[in-house]
């Protein structure tokens, strides 16, 4: 592998998750961004409320990111082994993090309704 790509990059992810665990992350994803965006369109911004109580999923979305990658490469914190497995872990665990405040803010915005309802 001379270089990364994005066809390299998908085959990598798609070999390691397997081709349905990686469409459905995918697919997942793709549809908590889309709700959360027509979400800020029909609000006008973001209720901050909603937004404080969404964030308090985070440390769990980070934590069960990192859990589940590494159950995934059958590993564990003892195999941590530089810098750069640290910056990527965090990487992991900041990624689970968002994903889990996206959701928890989509969940509790289309149970509670329009502004106002």
């Known amino acids: 592998m001379a270089e990364l790509t994005?066809?390299?990059l998908l085959a990598v992810l798609q070999e390691m998750f397997g081709p349905v665990l990686f469409w459905a992350i995918v697919a997942g994803s793709l549809a908590t961004t889309l709700a959360?965006?027509?979400?800020?369109?029909?609000?006008?911004?973001?209720r901050g409320a909603v937004l404080v109580r969404a964030e308090l999923?985070?440390?769990v979305g980070g934590f069960g990111a990192v859990l589940f990658v590494q159950h995934l490469t059958n590993s564990?914190?003892?195999?941590i082994g530089?810098?750069?497995?640290?910056?990527?872990?965090?990487?992991?665990?900041?990624?689970?993090a968002i994903g889990a405040t996206l959701v928890a803010y989509v969940g509790a915005e289309l149970r509670k309704g329009r502004k106002g309802e």
């Open 76 to 79: 564990s914190f003892a195999d």
């Open 6 to 8: 994005l066809p390299v």
């Open 36 to 46: 959360f965006l027509w979400l800020l369109i029909r609000d006008r911004g973001l």
């Open 82 to 96: 530089g810098p750069v497995d640290v910056v990527v872990l965090l990487g992991i665990a900041a990624i689970g």
């Open 57 to 59: 999923w985070a440390p």
